[in-house]
């Protein structure tokens, strides 16, 4: 089977293509820009705003795995003339990943949830809580404990049941290949729900150093993600989110990762001992 995969080469992308060839199918990675050379897999130019790059990504395509385009407000728009076309060029099955804060019939993702269950045959929506890569990498949180030593958001003593990519891409890539289509919303969550304090302690711990966590005022958020070049109104998305942390929203565990795959969820303990160096790193 052909699987094109948007967000290919993003943290839940890379983790679904690897996943999809391992079990011994094709993934086409699809972005607006080309990996390195030494990347390896397939790989196409493929841009949400540009409606030209859609046909040949398509092309042969039986399963798509739809990353909405980042940093967009209301994705709808491109992302449900493309789910047309992908019908009308044989496509049967479509993941799409949203997140667990996002309900069926929203604005934005939400609207292409609702038409996923809608107008497709075969469907999954995937609703992940908070990724617990966020805390590595080039995300915001991720530079603070570099360079601050601490973790700020406005989230008070709230929990969250923050989830591996790892787990997120399993989850997708049976949701992809399964010869029974699952046709329903995977709520995604980690092990345990914990707070952003609970967070900064055990990535102490992995990094062998204090990391704190800051409870600050959602407009402090909103002006520290605008000064790390977020566009205005994704900003108040993000902040916004927080709000929904914040009255405890995410503060449960769902057994999806293992009803879906066989085993336990990775815990934030073991992801954080797992990436004790990032963690470790500072500047
Ligand atoms: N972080 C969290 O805690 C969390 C929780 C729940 C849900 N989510 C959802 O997860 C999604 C992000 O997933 P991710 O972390 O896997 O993504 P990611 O690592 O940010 O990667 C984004 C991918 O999309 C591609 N891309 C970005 N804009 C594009 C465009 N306009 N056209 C075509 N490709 C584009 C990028 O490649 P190019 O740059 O080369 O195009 C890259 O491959 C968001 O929709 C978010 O709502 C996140």
Redesign the pocket.
Known sequence: MLVLV?????????RVSAGVEELGHQAR?????APSADAGGEHVL????KAETHGPALEGVEAVYL??????ADPAPMMLPFIDRALTAGVSRFVL??????PEGSPG?GTVHEALRQRVGEWAVLQ????M??FTGS?PYAESIRSESSIATSTGDARVSFVD?DDIAAVAVRSLLDSQSHNRAHVITGPEALSYGEVAAIVSDAAGRPVRHLDVDPADVQRSLIAAGLPEAFAEILVNLEGVVRSGAEDRVTDTVESITGRPPISFRAHAEANAQAFAERG
Do not use: C, E, M, Y
């Open positions: 948007t967000g290919g080469t993003g943290t839940t992308g890379s990675r699809a972005g607006r820009r493929f841009d949400w705003a990353l909405p385009p980042v940093g967009v990943l949203s997140a667990s804060v996002i993702v992940p809580s908070w990724f890569q966020n995300h990519a």
